[in-house]
């Protein structure tokens, strides 16, 4: 399904094919839009370590970097010169700051001393990340992340990018719960707007528990001899 199929299928879904339409183009690719953001939202966003979201430029002398803006969570850092994993931290992790030079184990803090850049310190400002210590040389840093999707549907015949082609058909039930919230007397329907919602939420709860089933590692068990 592209984005063309996903507009006509809701338009059949809520009966409104005809001209003049209760709800115009610019509301449907709205609801499409915000339906298709929030299914990744709900489902713990898209794993990613290739596309331009995980890739942060390093200058030199620049303590500060900023992230893309589709990013949700960030799994690993890597410096992409020498390969070595930067470590992610939040601001009350700081103080646990340490580094290791000619064997001697030492403090480290945001101040402006350059050196290898060790930390990626997260949650300081919203789009932002400080880098302790202050890079010396430019760099990237690529990033294994999660995120929202990278371009929104807005028009026809657009790709429905990072979600499969299964879930498509679910996201008609946020796209009624928006359209049933306009406040309009010919479609306006509180009922009708949360049997939506709960439709969806019920449908992402469900993919994100299969996901994370997927995904779990059973441990390995070791007997020992009798």
């Known amino acids: 399904m592209n984005s063309t199929e996903l507009y006509d299928t809701f338009r059949s879904d809520v009966v409104d094919t005809a001209r003049p339409y209760l709800w115009t183009d610019d509301d449907v690719w709205r609801y499409a839009a915000d339906a298709h953001r929030m299914f990744i939202r709900l489902t713990g966003g898209i794993s990613d370590f290739m596309s331009e979201a995980c890739e942060v430029p390093v200058v030199a002398g620049e303590a500060v970097v900023e992230l893309h803006p589709s990013l949700l969570r960030i799994m690993s850092a890597t410096l992409r010169g020498t390969k070595r994993e930067v470590e992610v931290i939040n601001p009350t ?55 929202l999707p990278l371009k929104a549907i807005d028009g026809p015949d657009q790709e429905i990018s990072d979600i499969e082609e299964d879930h498509h058909m679910h996201l008609i039930d946020w796209m009624k719960h928006l359209a049933y919230k306009k406040q309009d007397a010919d479609t306006f329907n509180p009922k009708a707007s949360e049997l939506g919602a709960q439709d969806f939420e019920k449908y992402c709860a469900m ?13 390995v068990v070791g007997y020992g001899g009798l």
Not at 128 to 142: K, M, T
Not at 207 to 219: C, D, F, I, S, T
């Open 207 to 219: 993919v994100k528990a299969e996901r994370a089933r997927y995904m779990y590692k059973p441990g």
């Open 93 to 147: 992790d700081v103080v646990k700051m340490r580094t290791t030079d000619y064997g001697q184990i030492k403090q480290l803090i945001m101040d402006d001393k350059q050196g290898p850049v060790r930390y990626f310190v997260l949650g300081l400002q919203k789009g932002y990340a400080r880098l302790v210590q202050v890079p010396v040389e430019n760099d990237f840093i690529d990033l294994q992340i999660y995120r």
